[in-house]
């Protein structure tokens, strides 16, 4: 029994373009930005608060969401690590931020320059401030299955975490598979339990499809309830701060797998196909994305 209709988180703006060096104007930006919504892409993270000495692709977040159209249907989100990236966020006029925590102490270090405990208050302090200015917070939490520093994470500590974020105001935790190290078995353990105390509405799955096991954790996703994604147009992405971490789910190969059991997306995937085929022009490279590689040769 699938879902019926999925949501789709389309990262690939920030996820994505956040591990490529040469930098993207924020015209290219925009026009990828428009093509996404175009194909129907209704919640799109484009862009973070971060310190552009840290990220440089991001230096232009305040601009990009200056100069974007936003259609009311649409959900649009920044990802905000710290109180400057808040204020930088409500001065954007946004609806809506992604927090992000680890739930490994390594990870939260590289990526933060905070400790786990640290990096957890200063989300859980984010989310509540956020939300009494009248935003919506989604919180990331990162390396849930597993961490490019510390190996093995605890579930009993993914199950703690998230039930925080919730607690503090989050309205959904997305699980990152950060390293792309889930296989199916692991995932089914885990949410087997995670489920029991955490509802899965309250869940979706950000899955990297470093070891090409993303589609296959999303069916494990699907069993146990879960309905909303995160993926990347053309299978983009990584994260700066995991080596190794390759891009996320394709946007193209998720639609087309959910669209093929039934499961509606609202995304047309001949247009998002033109998103990502006008992605690989100027970025000047190919994606991953396995649909792109059939409408090519068609
Ligand atoms: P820090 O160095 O500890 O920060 O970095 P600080 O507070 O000491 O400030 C240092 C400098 O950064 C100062 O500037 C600040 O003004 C500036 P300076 O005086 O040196 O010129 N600064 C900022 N500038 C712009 N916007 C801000 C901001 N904050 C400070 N918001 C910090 C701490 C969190 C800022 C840093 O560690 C950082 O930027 N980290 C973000 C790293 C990042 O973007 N990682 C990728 C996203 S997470 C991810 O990919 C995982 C995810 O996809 C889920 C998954 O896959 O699992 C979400
Ligand atoms: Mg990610």
Redesign the pocket.
Known sequence: NLPKQVTIWEVGLR?GL?NETRYISVEEKLELINGLIQSGVKNLEVT????????PQMKDASELLAKMERPSECNISA?V??E??LE?ALAARLNEIAV?VSASEGHNLK???KTADEAIREALHLIYKANVAGLRVRA?L??AFGCPYDGPVKIERVMEISEKLLGAGAYQVSL?D?IGIAHPKQLQESLSLITRRIPPGKLAL?L?DTRGMALANTIIGLEYGITTFDSSFGGLGG???APGASGNVATEDLVNMLHAMGCQTGIDLDRLVLVSTRAQAILGKRLPSKILQIYRRT
């Open positions: 996820d956040q973070a608060f971060v310190n552009p000495k840290w990220v990802l690590p710290n400057k990236g930088k992000v990526n933060l320059n990331y990162s390396t990152g950060t950000h990297h994260c700066p701060y």
